[in-house]
């Protein structure tokens, strides 16, 4: 991997380069079918997260295992989250989400939820991994918050604190507070209120719990995201407000000292980040391949191959794995089913 910016290969279908259809694209199209279990794992604090393993999953322990971090409000439910497990899944490699607190099944234990900068969960998954399959080669994804909560992880850690052969960054918001002055433009605003309401929605079930100095009135006049994170991440989670949250927990000024191979993926049309995004951040490092898109939206990526909709993420994906495993012995357990009907 060099440490330069790339061109993606991703070509939108005649017609459907808009950000805005590429991003809604994958969203209203039916969700791919996914045998799978839940875990319930216990952090150090006393509190959890949930995980979701795609099933049967592989017999062999040193089946490489792939590692999946969810955007803003995202979960195992997320079209793309689907799409990814099920890529390694077919490759032979064993694969699991991690639900940030809140986000799966259950709400948290403890008066906190999650936000960008928040890397000691999946810091303390990834070595609870590599203490159960320690002779597994581990790959970690994040898309868009997750994506910048793992370069910021794979930043503090260095190249060998952790237990990771590769990671992949997915239209991560690198750039905190620049994504949250896009959120406020034009149709952006759409993905805003359906992110705040279901963030407003989340806190207000648990208002009475949190040492927040806010009543429900407030919480329901809070307009933007950068509204919410300065009323609510920001104190919920020991920053002064949204300008010191989004200076502290942004990862892009760190793509310079990235050790560990790591590929970001990103459109340059994507409607939460400016088109000059990296031109407003440092070179990345030599362990690190950024590739361009001109289209693609925010974690959309669709394409027409085979008479299908496809995900071209998933097959760029795809190709890193097989890079980073080139060795793996295990055979596919089965065909990609592309076109299942919706549902679990």
Not at 203 to 223: H, K
Not at 312 to 328: G, K
Request: glycine residues 8%.
């Amino acid at each position: 991997m060099t440490g330069q910016l790339h061109c993606a290969d991703f070509v939108p279908p005649a017609g459907l380069a808009n950000r805005h259809v590429q991003t809604l694209l994958p969203r209203v199209l039916p969700r791919r079918r996914l045998p799978h279990r839940w875990e319930t794992l216990t952090l150090p604090d006393g509190d959890f997260v949930e995980l979701t393993w795609v099933t049967p999953g592989p017999e062999d322990p040193a089946a490489p295992l792939f590692i999946l971090f969810h955007g803003l409000e995202g979960s195992f439910d997320s079209p793309y989250s689907r799409e990814l497990l099920a890529t390694a899944d077919t490759l032979g490699w064993r694969a699991v989400l991690m639900h940030f607190r809140g986000c799966g099944r259950s709400p948290n234990r403890l008066p906190r939820a999650y936000h960008s900068g928040d890397t000691a969960d999946a810091y303390w998954l990834i070595g609870q991994l590599a203490q159960r399959y320690p002779r597994a080669l581990k790959v970690a994804a994040g898309v868009s918050l997750g994506a910048n909560m793992l370069v910021k992880l794979v930043a503090e850690q260095g190249g060998d604190g952790l237990d990771l052969a590769g990671a992949i960054a997915i239209s991560a918001p690198l750039d905190l507070s620049a994504s949250a002055d896009c959120l406020q433009q034009g149709f952006a605003r759409v993905y805003q209120r359906h992110l705040l309401a279901s963030l407003k929605a989340k806190t207000a079930r648990r208002l009475c719990d949190l040492p927040l100095d806010l009543s429900a009135e407030r919480l329901d006049g809070l307009g933007t995201l950068r509204d919410y994170d300065d009323i609510v991440t920001a104190p919920l989670h020991g920053f002064r407000d949204a300008a010191d949250y989004y200076r502290r927990a942004s990862a892009g000024r760190w793509l310079g000292d990235l050790e560990l191979p790591t590929l970001i993926l990103h459109a340059e049309d994507d409607p939460f980040m400016p088109p000059s995004l990296f031109d407003r951040l440092p070179l990345p490092g030599e362990s690190v391949r950024v590739e361009l898109a001109r289209h693609g939206g925010h974690v959309g990526f669709m394409e027409w191959r085979d008479g299908l909709w496809r995900s071209w993420l998933s097959r760029r994906v795809a190709r890193q794995l097989e890079d980073w495993a080139p060795t793996f012995s295990g055979q596919p357990r089965r065909l990609p089913a592309e076109s299942e009907p919706p549902g679990r």
